[in-house]
């Protein structure tokens, strides 16, 4: 039979272990999260800026909100859950742009909703 102060001292081994390997899943969670959230954010600037350049060019437009959807859809695959529902929405988005500017500036007022729900996602 082992000691009790040994019994101890392995239950609180265990314990911390566990507590430890909770946390650090969290913590990995969040960084997930927190990166979604930048690579999306990024796109949409890189989109923004590219729609800004082409404002008169409808097949520009389109291309650039192809890129934008093609690139959050594999942003999307990286992750899973709330998370990934929320980057292939953004997705659906980006690729229901048809080079129209009143389809852009509809779109342009959604994106901070899509932020929000990536955001809300990683909560």
């Known amino acids: 039979m082992t000691p009790p102060r040994r019994r101890i001292a392995i239950a609180f081994a265990t314990l911390t272990l566990a507590a430890m390997t909770a946390a650090c899943g969290a913590i990995g969670t ?3 999260c927190n990166t979604a959230a930048q690579e999306a954010s990024k796109i949409t600037t890189d989109w923004s800026s590219a729609v800004t350049k082409s404002a008169t060019d409808p097949a520009a437009i389109e291309k650039a909100s192809q890129d934008a959807a093609t690139k959050t859809k594999d942003l999307a695959s990286k992750h899973d859950g709330e998370i990934a529902a929320a980057l ?3 997705a659906a988005g980006f690729d229901s742009m048809k080079g129209d500017m009143t389809n852009v500036s509809t779109f ?8 929000t729900k990536i955001t809300s996602a990683c909560s």
């Open 108 to 115: 342009t007022t959604k994106i901070q909703d899509f932020q």
């Open 30 to 32: 969040a960084v997930d």
């Open 88 to 90: 292939n929405d953004l």
